[in-house]
C-alpha cells in the first residue's frame, strides 16, 4: 500500500465518540442522589417552617448531606464534561440542574440518552495519528 493511499485511509477513518466508561455511571449515580436530597431539602424546610417555626430539629442534617452530595455531583459533572469535551454551555446547564427540585432526574436521562445515541460531543479519530 502507497503512502498516499495510508493518508487518505487515516482522513477516510470512521469516527467514534469517546466512550465515558464509568464516568457516566459515576454522574448517574450522584445525579438521582442529588435529586433525593433536593427534594427532601425541600421536605425539611416544610418541616421546619410550616410546623416548627424555623427551631432546630434532627431535619437539619439533610442540608449538610445535601450539600456534601452537590459538591460530589459538581465533580462528577465536571468528569464527564470533560471526558466528552462538551460545551461549556452544556456544563453550566448540568451544574444548575442540581439546584432545581426534579430537574436532576430529567438532566440524568437527557444525558444517558444522548449518550448512548451518540449525540455526546465532538467525535475523536479511532485510529492512532489520524487528523481529528
Do not use: N
Not at 442529588?34 to 434532627?58: I, Q
Request: aromatic share 10%; hydrophobic share 50%; with cysteine.
Amino acid at each position: 500500500m502507497s503512502r498516499t493511499d495510508q493518508r487518505s485511509r487515516a482522513r477516510q477513518a470512521p469516527r467514534v465518540h469517546r466512550d465515558p466508561g464509568a464516568s457516566l455511571t459515576r454522574y448517574r449515580v450522584f445525579a438521582l442522589a442529588t435529586g433525593v436530597m433536593l427534594l427532601l431539602l425541600c421536605l425539611e424546610m416544610v418541616v421546619k417552617y410550616g410546623f416548627l417555626d424555623g427551631r432546630s430539629s434532627a431535619w437539619d442534617a439533610i442540608s449538610y448531606v445535601h450539600g456534601w452530595v452537590y459538591f460530589v455531583y459538581l465533580i462528577t459533572v465536571a468528569d464527564l464534561w470533560s471526558k466528552l469535551r462538551w460545551p461549556l454551555g452544556r456544563l453550566v446547564v448540568l451544574v444548575l440542574c442540581g439546584v432545581v427540585p426534579l430537574l436532576s432526574f430529567w438532566a440524568e436521562r437527557r444525558v444517558v440518552a444522548d449518550v448512548r445515541a451518540g449525540r455526546s460531543g465532538p467525535s475523536v479519530p479511532s485510529t492512532p495519528g489520524a487528523a481529528a
